[in-house]
């Protein structure tokens, strides 16, 4: 007669044979790639640290700049350049799984080119530093990376990760992440970034990353975005939705020099400062949209795009422009400003404004376009305001139009 195991007894049965493994800090671990087996050198040290799985005991996070004598260290043996942690065995032939890379553990490893583990859950703070080889980690289950821990693997695309209905690379279940975490990486075309909320103390998360083209962030994100977040990615045109953001940082997009769309806050949200620098001498730039929720708008913040020629307020004026904020905008092109039908009276508004001039400061070789948006039926089609009590908005190779969409080298967009 046959005795089924309980599913107690099962579970039981199954956690012996297939464990996580603890790893002591300060220990030295020898994997072998090609039995699968990794056998811990060292035995002494008192701080636990995790290699897969949860510590039986705090597992207390070590920081970013541990001391080598601090975290665990991990040697190979047989074929080092891809590394298959699928299953891996101690010396008693005890299964494991890894769910855990600990601090600095594969640091400077030049010749990994690939990392398997389907259970892996986290990479902590500088634990793949500088593997300039390293094409790829196979690990779908990732969802924690830690400062600077990709940082410098300048080969590191994450081809496992390319979504082909999406066209882009999915890092959407990555929740938790520290400073610097892919700076310098060779993520490329478009990313999606959707699982995590940008944190001031987060700096240069991207930074580097040449050859990313856009990034899509979290859906209603309430990011406060540190410093550098997107500096040096040469090729990125758009980062969105930034919609919901509560700050941003002047240094953000720095050296983003084909930034070329840009939406920032939105009608009824939170104040939104933007800050001094914020795009300044970005030519890519072309078109911009400002929420209701712009507070003020810092110095030089759009200075020297010379090229943009959509600018779209929201329902309420920012109360403040900063010194050069729009200076020299629109020389290249036709600037066309979109300003709701519910504030017909903003150019005056704003012409009236003490810092008129340090938002507008367009010189005679400008060319510039005032919408003011009546309701359809107001004004007729085509109606050109140029009458003499118009006249201020006509110096300066200004022209202001009333009502629907008027041809004058490119299209206006009203509602």
């Not at 699968?36 to 949860?54: A, F, H, N, R, Y």
């Not at 080092?80 to 890894?98: K, P, Q, Y």
């Not at 240094?251 to 840009?262: D, I, Y």
């Amino acid at each position: 007669m046959k005795t089924l195991l309980s599913a107690k007894t099962l579970i039981a049965a199954i956690a012996a044979f297939l464990s996580v493994l603890t790893v002591q800090a300060g220990n030295a671990w020898l994997y072998d790639n090609s039995a699968k087996t990794l056998t811990e050198q060292v035995t002494d040290g008192s701080m636990p640290w995790v290699i897969g799985g949860i510590s039986i005991m705090s597992g207390t996070a070590l920081a970013a700049n541990a001391a080598s004598g601090t975290y665990a260290t991990l040697t190979t043996t047989g074929d080092s350049t891809e590394l298959d942690f699928t299953t891996i065995t101690n010396a008693s032939g005890t299964a494991f799984t890894l769910a855990r890379l600990g601090a600095h553990i594969l640091r400077l490893r030049q010749t990994i080119t690939k990392i398997i583990a389907p259970e892996l859950t986290e990479v902590s703070n500088y634990g793949c530093h500088t593997c300039t080889a390293l094409v790829d980690i196979v690990a779908p289950g990732l969802v924690k990376v830690g400062g600077f821990t990709f940082n410098g693997c300048s080969s590191l695309s994450f081809p496992s990760r390319w979504d082909a209905e999406r066209q882009c690379t999915d890092l959407d279940n990555i929740t938790i992440i520290g400073k610097e975490a892919f700076r310098g990486a060779a993520l490329a075309d478009k990313v999606s970034f959707k699982g995590y909320t940008m944190e001031s103390s987060v700096n240069g998360v991207f930074q580097g990353c040449a050859a990313i083209t856009e990034i899509e962030l979290k859906p209603e994100g309430e990011h406060n975005f540190g410093a550098y977040t997107f500096s040096g990615c040469l090729s990125l045109t758009n980062v969105y939705p930034l919609t919901h953001v509560l700050s941003l940082n002047g240094n953000m997009f720095n050296g983003c020099s084909a930034l070329a769309k840009l939406e920032l806050g939105r009608d009824g949200g939170t104040g939104l400062s933007i800050p001094d620098s914020l795009c300044d001498g970005r030519p890519g730039l072309k078109e911009l949209t400002l929420g209701g929720n712009i507070t003020d708008i810092g110095a030089k913040a759009f200075r020297d795009c010379s090229n943009l020629d959509f600018l779209k307020w929201g329902d309420t004026k920012p109360t403040s422009f900063g010194t050069d904020c729009f200076k020299t905008v629109g020389t290249s092109t036709i600037l066309r400003q979109y300003f709701p039908a519910q504030n017909t009276m903003w150019v005056a508004e704003i012409e009236a404004d003490s810092n008129y001039t340090r938002w507008k400061d367009l010189d005679d070789t400008t060319k510039a376009m005032y919408t003011d948006a009546y309701p359809d039926g107001e004004r007729p089609d085509g109606y050109c305001s140029d009458s003499a009590s118009n006249d201020s908005y006509l110096r300066k190779g200004f022209v202001f139009f009333y009502g629907r969409p008027q041809t004058f080298g490119t299209t206006l967009f009203v509602e």
